[in-house]
């Protein structure tokens, strides 16, 4: 069974940086696509970012293209979001997320696996 489990949200003024950890078990990471996604109170799940399989294609939502990055160590069954210059509207639960798909990766119905989620807070 795939598992997924996040590390790293906290709490941060606007401006600041954190950084959220993934590690899964339970496939060989390599075959799988990997994706962030947000939740806020009272708000739908959105999509932050995925990356490929190999880490040869990242797509970022538009609220945080050029201040999030995401990566992957296929060695360390690891996926990684750098979050910098936070603002308060990224508040949120984040949560991490497995696909077997190659396409469609900024929909939600694609993954088939879910971490339990970290929170992030943003004061400004």
């Known amino acids: 069974q795939v598992q997924l489990v996040e590390s790293g949200g906290g709490s941060v003024q606007a401006g600041g940086s954190l950084r959220l950890s993934c590690v899964v078990s339970?496939?060989?990471?390599?075959?799988?696509?990997m994706g962030w996604f947000r939740q806020a109170p009272g708000k739908e799940r959105e999509f932050v970012a995925h990356?490929?399989?190999?880490?040869?294609?990242?797509v970022y939502a538009d609220s945080v293209k050029g201040r999030f990055t995401i990566s992957r160590d296929n060695a360390k069954n690891t996926v990684t979001l750098q979050m910098n210059l936070l603002k308060s509207e990224d508040t949120a639960v984040y949560y991490c997320a497995a696909s077997n798909a190659l396409s469609n990766l900024n929909q939600r119905y694609v993954y088939a696996y879910w971490g339990q989620g970290t929170q992030v807070t943003v004061s400004s």
């Open positions: 339970g496939r060989t990471f390599s075959t799988l696509s």
């Open positions: 990356i490929t399989r190999n880490a040869g294609v990242t």
